[in-house]
């Protein structure tokens, strides 16, 4: 009986350990590009000065925009990031998208087995020029965009008339910018989010996610670690959360329109 009492105190200080590593600090990401943010809408908020993050993330086809094909359809992919808070009122980040595509082999071209040889890289900036004012109205009001270096209006290409394929004009893919407003609410430990963003993309075939789009958050009171997110594109309505454990780790899920999911994980430092 007594071993069986050790035991059973063994396992409490464990899970008691567990607990305290899991209630270090808040999560706040736009998932697939390690900004801050909700799923794939943009937020107001910003994360702690110096906290940077390196991740992966993988992106179900439901996920990325219209104009991501290979060969007319659209297919998985993943991402990785680094991102980093240099200041409270700046964020930077770096995101790498993988995209399909033939491999040349022997400067002969193998089209018989595509894969995710090329790179969609792009750098993302956001800026909040107000911050929330805790326990008043007033919210925190950012600026950002995506591939800050392609910042031009894309008209998609004509049809190429030889291959019947639309001509390449390069990428671009994940190319907007937005204006967001958040604002939060705090009852009895917990924590409800209301972020709403205009935002505009630079390729007219994602116009569908363009203008108003927002979306809710809530943390518990018992778990300030775990965000549950609900977010409306534009186009479609996602679900997810995201959960920071022991400290470093981030874990990411999402369900588009509730049914196609997308996930990834990334390592969270802070270097002060």
Excluded at 147 to 154: A, E, H
Excluded at 173 to 191: A, L, P
């Amino acid at each position: 009986m007594r071993s069986k009492g050790l035991r059973s105190n063994h396992w409490c200080r464990m899970l008691l350990w567990v607990y305290i590593f899991i209630k270090v600090s808040s999560v706040s990401a736009q998932q697939y590009t390690g900004m801050s943010g909700l799923i794939q809408v943009p937020s107001a908020d910003m994360r702690k000065e110096g906290e940077a993050r390196l991740g992966t993330h993988f992106l179900n086809r439901k996920f990325t925009p219209d104009v991501l094909t290979y060969d007319g359809d659209k297919y998985h992919t993943m991402s990785y990031y680094l991102s980093i808070t240099p200041f409270r009122w700046v964020e930077l980040g770096y995101t790498c998208t993988l995209l399909r595509s033939t491999r040349i082999k022997n400067n002969v071209e193998d089209v018989d087995n595509p894969g995710l040889n090329r790179k969609d890289r792009y750098f993302s900036l956001k800026i909040q020029p107000i911050r929330e004012k805790k326990g008043k109205w007033w919210p925190s009001v950012a600026v950002g965009m995506n591939d800050l270096f392609s910042m031009r209006k894309i008209t998609e290409p004509p049809v190429d008339p030889e291959t019947g394929k639309p001509k390449s004009i390069g990428n671009s893919f994940f190319s907007n910018y937005y204006v967001s407003v958040s604002k939060h609410f705090d009852q009895e430990g917990h924590r409800v989010g209301l972020h709403v963003s205009y935002r505009d993309w630079q390729r007219e075939r994602n116009s569908s996610f363009d203008g108003v789009v927002g979306g809710l958050t809530y943390q518990p009171s018992f778990q300030r670690n775990l965000r549950f997110i609900a977010e409306y594109t534009g186009n479609d309505v996602n679900v997810g959360f995201d959960w920071k454990l022991w400290k470093h780790l981030l874990i990411q899920s999402s369900l588009q329109n509730g049914k196609y999911f997308s996930g990834g994980i990334c390592f969270c430092i802070n270097l002060l």
